[in-house]
T-cell receptor, first 110, second 116 residues
Framework: AQRVTQPEKLLSVFKGAPVELKCNYSYSGSPELFWYVQYSRQRLQLLLRHISRESIKGFTADLNKGETSFHLKKPFAQEEDSAMYYCALTPSGGYQKVTFGIGTKLQVIP | GAVVSQHPSRVICKSGTSVKIECRSLDFQATTMFWYRQFPKQSLMLMATSNEGSKATYEQGVEKDKFLINHASLTLSTLTVTSAHPEDSSFYIC????????????FGQGTRLTVV
């Protein structure tokens, strides 16, 4: 079974402080991991995926297979980063079922 | 980028009536669409996977006869909540992917259903 765990429902940080949104997963095969973001009054959208290995809006995430983690990080939080962040998993290849974590609300305090 | 449009964005209906929600991929063909339900302050719960031209695959605990899904074309999937009750009130979201295997999911804006 696929499972995604985001242990923090709410994360509050001050502007300029580092951010780390935690995500752990459980999957027996080879997964693809994503971070989706939902800004206020907007739809869910992809932030980044592990296979791209890119930095989007200053955010990065590294897949750690040993720890089965895919934490989202940003060195300096900005107010516009305030949003809901969802970690998601899908099996590589074939069936595309996406499993989402419960989401973490990031609140950046000015 | 790819756009998924959901309609209506809000609907209020009387208990016992049926409501249809449409999900369209506007600029790409979606062989697979997904329907989610989101309760307040909770995560998205996958209800069913909809494949064009075939029956939807429902997740455990989701009533097939209650939530009818039709995926008649590569750009349109519909979710019909039949004989709606107040407990069906929720936020319903669809998403679509362009290709098999780990593709990015594009989301509709969601539909807020209120059953009175």
């Amino acid at each position: 079974a696929q499972r995604v765990t985001q242990p923090e429902k709410l994360l509050s940080v001050f502007k300029g402080a580092p951010v780390e949104l935690k995500c752990n997963y459980s999957y027996s095969g080879s997964p693809e991991l994503f971070w989706y973001v939902q800004y206020s009054r907007q739809r869910l959208q992809l932030l980044l995926r592990h296979i791209s290995r890119e930095s989007i809006k200053g955010f990065t995430a590294d897949l750690n297979k040993g720890e089965t983690s895919f934490h989202l990080k940003k060195p300096f939080a900005q107010e516009e980063d305030s949003a809901m962040y969802y970690c998601a998993l899908t099996p590589s290849g074939g069936y595309q079922k996406v499993t989402f974590g419960i989401g973490t609300k990031l609140q950046v305090i000015p | 980028g790819a756009v998924v449009s959901q309609h209506p964005s809000r609907v209020i209906c009387k208990s016992g009536t049926s409501v249809k929600i449409e999900c369209r991929s506007l600029d790409f063909q979606a062989t697979t669409m997904f329907w989610y339900r989101q309760f307040p302050k909770q995560s998205l719960m996958l209800m069913a996977t909809s494949n064009e031209g075939s029956k939807a695959t429902y997740e455990q605990g989701v009533e097939k006869d209650k939530f009818l899904i039709n995926h008649a074309s590569l750009t349109l999937s519909t979710l019909t909540v039949t004989s709606a009750h107040p407990e069906d009130s929720s936020f319903y979201i669809c998403s679509a992917t362009r290709q098999r295997g780990g593709a990015e999911a594009f989301f509709g804006q969601g539909t807020r259903l209120t059953v009175v």
